[in-house]
């Protein structure tokens, strides 16, 4: 059997450090130096590890973004989370429409629904037949029978989900959609914003995707890593890092032994692409820098740069086998 890891190969310096007892009290210890406090939190949401970092003169501001960033992630997962059998998103699923569809559903349809158009639905958020397919099958330790991934495949089609204020449905019997492709990306803006709105100096967000803005607690400017696979170390620093980014990488979830599938989907196909093995993208949103780092997986350097270009990012590739 496969065990998938997890999606994203990002490490963020010292939003990765955030996730433990003894990296929360360094950056107490480094803002300390500086006259500043800092605040860290951790916890798990969306199937993986998330951190909180916030820095500041006052702690108020910041213990009121660590509560309000934790509330802004529970809201994400209660709308689109396919981890809880409650979320709206798991109730559209299972039902074929809802009404009076949770904003933050709306919100990420509506962006996913977009980014499939411009994509030519090389992103398309209703892939979600294929996943207990390919479930099933990496679960018996082979790849899905053509004849049900055509089935399967059948299934899949952005175009017919309709979205209004009041409803979302599906056209057909059998449809269903994920929205792992924006939702974490999604969460980072929220709590981004939410620290802002708070009057936070200084933050380092890690939903799984990662947002920052202003400086480390120490004073310096936050970097980022970026690993070829999970758990090794980066081979690439973004230093400065401001704005947000997030990676697609095949090799961080495989579905086969060779590697040749993994949880990436080319919606056309149900199959996996091979036309580059890494993607990151960094955005003025998660939301889009989310999106956008799949997209591009799926239709290679050329037309994925141009596609980042629409939406104002930009995209740091890689073609080797990982």
Same mark, same amino acid.
């Given at each position: 059997?496969?065990?998938?890891?997890?999606?994203?190969?990002?490490?963020?310096?010292?939003?990765?450090?955030?996730?433990?007892?003894?990296?929360?009290?360094?950056?107490?210890?480094?803002?300390?130096?500086?006259?500043?406090?800092?605040?860290?939190?951790?916890?798990?949401?969306?199937?993986?590890?998330?951190?909180? &970092?916030?820095?500041?003169?006052?702690?108020?501001?910041?213990?009121?973004?660590?509560?309000?960033?934790?509330?802004? /992630?529970?809201?994400?997962?209660?709308?689109?989370?396919?981890?809880?059998?409650?979320? @709206?998103?798991?109730?559209?699923?299972?039902?074929? !429409?809802?009404? !009076?569809?949770?904003?933050?559903? $709306?919100?990420?349809?509506?962006?996913?629904?977009?980014?499939?158009?411009?994509?030519?639905?090389?992103?398309?958020? &209703?892939?979600?037949? $294929?996943?207990?397919?390919?479930?099933?099958?990496?679960?018996?330790?082979?790849?899905?029978?053509?004849?049900?991934?055509?089935?399967?495949?059948?299934?899949?089609?952005? %175009?017919?989900?309709?979205?209004?204020?009041?409803?979302?449905?599906?056209?057909?019997?059998?449809?269903?959609?994920?929205?792992?492709?924006?939702?974490?990306?999604? @969460?980072?803006? $929220?709590?981004? @914003?939410?620290?802002? !709105?708070?009057?936070?100096?200084?933050?380092?967000?890690?939903?799984?995707?990662?947002?920052?803005?202003?400086? =480390?607690?120490?004073?310096?400017?936050?970097?980022?890593?970026?690993?070829?696979?999970?758990?090794?170390?980066?081979?690439?620093?973004?230093?400065?890092?401001?704005?947000?980014?997030? &990676?697609?990488?095949?090799?961080?979830?495989?579905?086969?032994?060779?590697?040749?599938?993994?949880?990436?989907?080319?919606?056309?196909?149900? %199959? =996996?692409?091979?036309?580059? =093995?890494?993607?990151?993208?960094?955005?003025?949103?998660?939301?889009?820098?989310?999106?956008? =780092?799949?997209? @591009?997986?799926?239709?290679?350097?050329?037309?994925?740069?141009?596609?980042?270009? %629409?939406?104002?990012?930009?995209? /740091?590739? !890689?073609?080797?086998?990982?």
């Amino acid at each position: 059997m496969i065990r998938p890891t997890r999606r994203k190969i990002l490490i963020g310096g010292f939003g990765a450090l955030a996730a433990t007892a003894a990296g929360g009290l360094a950056l107490r210890r480094l803002a300390g130096d500086r006259g500043v406090e800092a605040r860290t939190r951790a916890g798990v949401a969306f199937g993986t590890t998330v951190a909180l &970092t916030f820095a500041g003169p006052e702690p108020e501001p910041l213990d009121a973004a660590v509560t309000a960033g934790f509330a802004a /992630i529970r809201a994400c997962e209660a709308a689109a989370s396919l981890f809880r059998a409650d979320s @709206a998103l798991s109730r559209l699923n299972r039902d074929g !429409r809802l009404d !009076r569809p949770d904003p933050h559903l $709306l919100r990420l349809t509506r962006f996913a629904l977009d980014l499939a158009e411009a994509s030519d639905g090389a992103f398309d958020p &209703t892939v979600q037949p $294929l996943w207990p397919l390919w479930r099933q099958a990496v679960d018996e330790d082979r790849r899905p029978a053509p004849e049900d991934l055509r089935t399967a495949v059948a299934l899949v089609g952005w %175009r017919d989900v309709d979205v209004s204020d009041d409803r979302i449905a599906f056209r057909r019997p059998g449809m269903a959609m994920t929205l792992n492709g924006v939702l974490q990306g999604y @969460a980072a803006d $929220l709590v981004v @914003a939410e620290a802002r !709105r708070l009057g936070v100096p200084d933050a380092f967000v890690d939903t799984g995707e990662f947002g920052a803005y202003g400086a =480390s607690p120490g004073g310096a400017p936050w970097r980022l890593g970026l690993a070829r696979a999970a758990g090794a170390a980066p081979d690439r620093v973004l230093d400065p890092f401001t704005g947000f980014a997030s &990676t697609s990488a095949g090799a961080g979830t495989p579905l086969s032994r060779d590697g040749q599938d993994h949880h990436i989907f080319d919606p056309r196909t149900g %199959r =996996s692409p091979h036309l580059v =093995s890494e993607v990151t993208a960094l955005a003025p949103s998660g939301l889009i820098a989310d999106g956008l =780092s799949t997209a @591009a997986y799926v239709v290679g350097e050329t037309r994925g740069r141009a596609l980042a270009d %629409r939406f104002g990012a930009s995209l /740091i590739m !890689r073609r080797d086998v990982v």
